[in-house]
């Protein structure tokens, strides 16, 4: 008689499950929405039968219950992406289902409670920069409808916040929808150096309360009053809907990492901040502690060097190291593979005005208008969005000469791409002596600012079905012939880039 009691309550417990109300009614095509749903009889996370389950479900899809924020009477789950990016879906019903350890099971479902919409889905199209340090100010910019604040976005490199704020870095409104957002990588608590995926989500300006006692902490309203749920998006390039488009979706805003075929956004570069000491003995024998970010702390997968002679680590931490000085008449470090040396991140460039006579003595040249160092990608298109103006914020008529170096990560027969507005052409040297240099591909004029943000396969799927091969590449066409070149060693590239009036963008790729 006991069990049976026992059996019916659990029965009439299980039975009890209701969902009265969903808010928001609609969020991000990817996924990432917090999906509050009201009702009574739901499971306390932590107080259960470990044989228990309760599971949340937005038409036929899970959605993922947050122990944290839920009770008998509110559950919180987040939602999983639709599998249809940037596509509305009809609206779906959202069921709470219970299972009890005995057997018993139970539902309830409310019809037309929550959608998947296009608009609701924030998106990246552009970076500044998808290289950095800790403490470096990146910017993006993509669609972020209904966002009126920094405070709103939530951007990452990994697991690390790039951080936002309203305060120090407004939000930028550029184009109809399209917002551009700053955030700063923080001098600490950074990935180890290496590769990462960007992630952005339009989350909520309460959220950083933690606990929420009120369920308006989990969704906006958009300037008509309607609740949106929004949540995470992906990070695209902006494309034109012909035979491009499928193979744009394939390469997106990633770059390939040939030596191992995983796509990544943004690399993380490892940051000095500071030395000590500053001077030191001939003969070396001395500790010299580095302070910055971004470090690993093996200290073997750290390699310092000094004047290109190495100095051997003993000591590491995320943001310490500490090696040990050789004596400066000792040979440079040099690569056993390749006999190439050590490489410093970036590329050297000059700004011209477009008339100047660019020399091959630097000495016979006019004086540049800007000079600096691209630690980044060598692909730009301006400094406030997608399409902007040069890069030096100068609508008069400029040319940009780029110079430094092509490190192969692999042995291969490497093409070259290049797009731009209003032309651009792209050098490689035999070796790392800039007199080897010789053009490989040229963007002869503007190509279609449709295309601005075009790939290599976005490229050749906008070519005559009929060209060849041969007519598609070579030093007068946008793809180099294919060049074999030696993992490791150094090879002396330049681009050189005239701007016009108006909007200027720059893209240059290679694949093997």
Known sequence: ALSLTLVAALVACAGAVTVVNVFPHRGSTNGGT????????????????????????????????????????????????????FQSSARLPVTVQFFG????????????????????????????????????????????????????????IGESVCVTGQEEHPLKNYIGSQRTVDCVLP????????????????????????????PACFWLTDPGGNPSGYGLGPVILPANTGRSSSL?????????????????????????????????????????????????????????????????????????????????????????????????????????????????DLLARPTPTATGVLNARIDWVGSNGVISNNLEGNNGLLTRETV?????????????????????????????????????????????????ASSPAAFYANQPISASPSELMGPTTQVSLPIPLVVGRRYAIRYTHKMGFGSEWLRIGAKV
């Open 404 to 452: 430094g170096y092509f490190v192969p990560p692999l042995n291969a027969s490497y093409s070259f791409y290049v797009a731009g507005a209003v032309s651009v052409v792209l050098e490689l040297g035999t070796d790392d002596d800039i007199s080897s240099l010789v053009t490989i591909a040229t963007s002869a004029s503007s190509v279609s600012l449709d295309d601005f």
């Open 248 to 360: 744009l979706q394939a390469d997106w805003a990633g770059t390939l990492d040939i030596t191992s075929g995983s796509a990544y956004h943004f690399t993380m570069f490892p940051r000095v901040d500071a030395l000590t000491p500053l001077t030191g003995g001939l003969y070396g024998g001395m500790l010299l502690t580095i302070t910055g970010s971004s470090f690993s702390d093996m200290p073997l997968e750290n390699e310092v060097t000094v004047g290109g002679i190495l100095c051997a680590v003993e000591s590491a931490s995320p943001s310490l190291l500490t090696c040990r000085l050789a004596s400066s008449t000792d040979s440079p470090t040099l690569d056993p593979a390749t006999g190439a040396r050590p490489t410093s991140r970036g590329l050297l460039y000059r700004t011209y005005l477009k008339n100047d006579p660019l020399a091959a």
């Open 101 to 156: 350890g005995l057997g018993e099971a139970a539902s309830s479902t409310l019809s037309d409670a929550f959608y998947y919409e296009a608009s609701s889905t924030p998106a990246l199209w552009w970076g500044k920069a998808w290289a950095g340090s800790g403490g470096d100010v990146l910017s993006f910019s993509g669609p972020l409808v209904y966002v009126a604040s920094a405070d709103q976005i939530e951007i990452r």
């Open 187 to 214: 001098a600490n608590a950074l990935p180890l150096a290496g590769n990462y995926n960007v992630s952005v989500r339009a989350k909520f300006l309460r959220s950083d309360l933690g606990e929420c006692s009120t």
């Open 34 to 85: 917090y999906l509050v749903i009201e009702g009574s009889g739901f499971m306390q996370p932590a107080d259960v039968n470990p044989w228990d389950a309760q599971a949340v479900f937005v038409g036929a899809i899970p959605c993922d219950i947050q122990a944290h924020y839920t009770d008998s009477s509110r559950i919180v789950c987040i939602t999983r992406a639709s599998g249809r990016p």
